[in-house]
């Protein structure tokens, strides 16, 4: 070999070195800005298995969940999304809506992009189905999450808008912080999460609301690409945990507005979860996927309370419609005005701290 040739292998492997270097340093400075993901497991070589929801995604390097929010990089999983927020407000507690926790006061709301399910009716698709580099997201740290939501007055930090399932790490540290500082904490969720995540994560948080899509596997396969069991058992477990819990069931015309469904709802919740837990029949307005759907007629969410009430529920709710009765809370017994709301503000409560009507009569909630 002439010195030449000698000369152009070596000029080649400094190149290929070079080049190395560059590659693994620039995937290095990219995982030191990223936060490892919880609850997953390294399969063969590199492969990954993400055990935070019931997709249970098995990702290769490279890959993405399908939430978007959670990538393999090099065999280790990480979070795209922990303190990238891409929407915050201060609402009222009514908005989220939770009807029996903390009512008049203000929560400090937080989402990040990304969500587990793939609803065809997202409401929030803009920032829920888009990878975090698709939209406009501000960096925060969980102090500076609490600091910002003392600051405003709220009494309380909602994880909410998008799916904070797929957050699950920004959202348990900021709920531990929140937890310290004297702050109550909600997550508004679909409840697509598996037992051992969501049981951890239910230490750090007071109550829960969950959006139950359809009391059916088919609804749930067609409408969001995931299955109802997880969500009934999500449900059981918030109960179990004692914190508090309300459900929302968005109702679609012709999808899952039937008398059947409802009624297979209602009797649902009271033997599983009881009579006591609120339930809120909400109006659908077309949007992502679902234009050519029209709006929940009032009569049909009107219809739905009065079944769960037939069946036993003691709060059942209408919701997105002007319905003054249906966003009243009522004493179960002596039928009293106990909270009367109009939109999202109430106008009118008669309840003491402990929750009860001037008849004495305890409403179940968090109070104070
Ligand atoms: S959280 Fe995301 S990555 Fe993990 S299993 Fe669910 S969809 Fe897949």
Redesign the pocket.
């Known amino acids: 070999m002439n010195k030449a040739k000698i000369g152009a292998i070596v000029f080649l492997l400094v190149i290929v070195g070079v080049l190395v270097f560059l590659i693994t340093s620039k995937e290095k400075a990219r995982t030191e800005d990223l936060h490892e993901a919880m609850y997953y497991e390294v399969l063969e070589g590199k492969i990954v298995r993400?055990?935070?929801?019931p997709?249970?995604?098995i990702?290769s390097p490279g890959q993405i969940?399908?939430?978007r929010?959670?990538k393999n990089i090099d065999g280790k999983l990480y979070s795209l999304v922990y303190g990238k927020i891409a929407a915050k407000h201060l609402d009222p507690i009514e908005k989220k809506p939770l009807y029996h926790f903390l009512p008049g006061t203000k929560a400090y709301s937080i989402a990040t992009t990304g969500c587990?399910l793939r609803c065809k009716f997202c409401q929030n698709w803009q920032i829920a189905q888009v990878f975090p580099w698709e939209v406009k997201t501000i960096d925060m740290t969980p102090e500076q999450v609490v600091e910002e939501a003392l600051k405003s007055g709220a009494q309380s930090i909602a994880f909410t808008y998008t799916e904070p399932?797929?957050f699950y790490e920004f959202m348990l540290n900021t709920a531990k912080l929140a937890k310290e500082k004297g702050l109550k904490t909600v997550m508004i969720t679909s409840g697509y999460i598996n037992p051992e995540p969501l049981k951890n994560l239910l230490k750090y948080l007071d109550a829960v609301k969950i959006d139950f899509k359809g009391f059916s596997d088919k609804f749930y396969q067609k409408m969001t690409m995931g299955h109802v069991q997880p969500v009934l058992d999500a449900m059981k477990i918030v109960k179990e945990s004692g914190k508090w819990l309300e459900i929302v069931n968005l109702i679609i015309p012709g999808e899952n507005d039937s008398d059947e469904d409802i009624r297979n709802l209602a009797l649902w919740v009271k033997e599983n979860l009881g009579e006591d837990v609120p339930v809120h029949f909400t109006r659908f307005h077309p949007d992502y996927k679902l234009l050519n759907t029209p709006p929940t007629p009032i009569e049909t969410l009107k219809r739905a309370r009065e079944i769960a009430m037939e069946v036993g529920l003691k709060y059942v709710y209408t919701g997105n419609v002007y319905d003054p009765e249906g966003s009243t809370t009522y004493c179960p017994e002596s039928r009293e005005v106990a909270i009367k709301r109009e939109g999202f503000f109430v106008i009118e409560n008669n309840l003491d701290e402990e929750g009860k009507c001037p008849s004495g009569e305890k409403i179940p909630g968090v109070w104070k």
């Open positions: 993400c055990n935070l929801c997709n249970r995604c990702l969940g399908n939430c929010a959670r587990n399932v797929v």
